[in-house]
């Protein structure tokens, strides 16, 4: 399980469909705690790695949370949730620069939202960890168009996890 971890010095997760799904039917993203969930394998996967301690993988979670741009809920609430998700699934809080998210509506262009590769290049940045070394965990086109854009590997949520994939 943990060999898995080795293969990137960090590791970059999406968040919605990825590490957690949102409880509430036809709804992108969770808009408060009680609306999330974290997916199956997610806490045991995450919680085997000593992340972001000496010698170990870093951790990040990339996330577009466009419900932001379309004043649905606030930044404070989407970074809220972000980090609550992180301490569920790994154990540990994240700074920060290590959890990135698009909170623009989805009529507006914009570099950071997925597939575009801002929010992947101010993590690297932040933990100065060059591309050849991240890896992007998604479920999307739009996460593996991302990964393509910074110039990192690209893993399935599937894959890591350990899910079926869909037919």
């Not at 999307?140 to 399935?156: G, I, K, M, N, V």
Request: aromatic share 8%.
């Amino acid at each position: 399980m943990t060999s898995l971890f080795s293969e990137y010095r960090l590791w970059i997760f999406d968040a919605d469909d990825t590490l957690r799904r949102t409880t509430v039917p036809g709804q992108p993203c969770p808009r408060a705690e009680d609306q999330w969930v974290l997916l199956a394998g997610v806490r045991e996967r995450l919680r085997a790695v000593r992340w972001n301690t000496p010698g170990a993988p870093k951790l990040g979670v990339a996330s577009n949370q466009d419900q932001v741009g379309a004043g649905i809920i606030s930044a404070e609430t989407a970074r809220s949730l972000l980090h609550a998700m992180v301490y569920a699934a790994a154990g540990i809080r994240l700074p920060e620069p290590a959890v990135q998210f698009c909170p623009h509506a989805l009529d507006v262009r914009c570099a950071c939202r997925k597939p575009g590769p801002a929010m992947l290049e101010r993590i690297m940045s932040h933990y100065d960890i060059g591309p050849s070394a991240t890896v992007l965990v998604g479920d999307q086109a739009s996460d593996r168009a991302a990964a393509r854009a910074a110039r990192t590997a690209y893993l399935d949520a599937a894959e890591v996890f350990g899910w079926a994939q869909s037919a």
